[in-house]
Each structure stands twice: as structure tokens, then as C-alpha cells.
Nanobody
Framework: QVQLVESRGGLVQAGGSLRLSCVAS????????MGWFRQAPGKEREFVAA???????YHADSVKGRFTISRDNAKNTVYLQMNSLKPEDTAVYSC??????????????????WGQGTQVTVSS
């Protein structure tokens, strides 16, 4: 059974920090691209960041310089460190996994596996 389990999000004041984690099982984690997406109420799902199996990363412009994706293949875990949080970062954050050959890492369609999502709320 494939599982992606995100850590609890939380409530944080603007300017604060949170770290999300996502523990994967049931597939060969080290060969997969891992991504983080988010979806706010009334908005479409938005790409946040991706980490390739070789640990190269890409971050959306909206979070670049504030968020950092990382992974620990030995622990089958991907992280999202979120700093300088803004109210507009409020969303349900989900981790996802895509085969390493998937090139359109900003598009959710190519991600095979998804976590349940975790709520992050940033107060002003």
C-alpha cells in the first residue's frame, strides 16, 4: 500500500516558520521526484516546490527565497521548510510523488501518489 503521510501543519503568525514533513512508503522513494503542492479555499491547486531523486530542487516564484524543499532518501522523507510565512501562504499542503522521468514537475497530473494534505494557517 502506497502511503504519503504529512506531518501536522499548524497555525503560525505572519513572519513565522513551520517545517512540514512527508513520510513515504510502498514505493521506491529514492527514484521518485517529490513535490509539494498547496490549495487555498476557492483556488486551484498550486505547485510549491519539487525535489528530484538526485536532490536537485525547484521552487515556485511565490515561495522562492522563503521555502526550501529537501529530502532524506534514507528516511523516505521529504521536507518543506517554510520561513517568513505570509497570510497568503494559508492553504492545505500536500506532498506528492512522480516517477523520475516525469519532466513537467510543476503540473500535478504527472504525480502518481498523494498525501492526505495538512492545513497551514498563517495569521496576520
Amino acid at each position: 500500500q502506497v502511503q504519503l503521510v504529512e506531518s501536522r501543519g499548524g497555525l503560525v503568525q505572519a513572519g513565522g516558520s513551520l517545517r512540514l514533513s512527508c513520510v513515504a512508503s510502498g514505493f521506491t522513494f529514492s527514484t521518485y521526484t517529490m513535490g509539494w503542492f498547496r490549495q487555498a479555499p476557492g483556488k486551484e491547486r498550486e505547485f510549491v516546490a519539487a525535489s528530484w531523486s538526485g536532490a536537485r530542487t525547484y521552487h515556485a516564484d511565490s515561495v522562492k527565497g522563503r521555502f526550501t524543499i529537501s529530502r532524506d532518501n534514507a528516511k523516505n522523507t521529504v521536507y518543506l521548510q517554510m520561513n517568513s510565512l505570509k497570510p497568503e501562504d494559508t492553504a492545505v499542503y500536500s506532498c506528492a510523488a512522480a516517477p523520475s522521468f516525469y519532466r513537467d514537475y510543476m503540473k500535478a497530473i504527472g504525480y502518481d501518489y498523494w498525501g492526505q494534505g495538512t492545513q497551514v494557517t498563517v495569521s496576520s
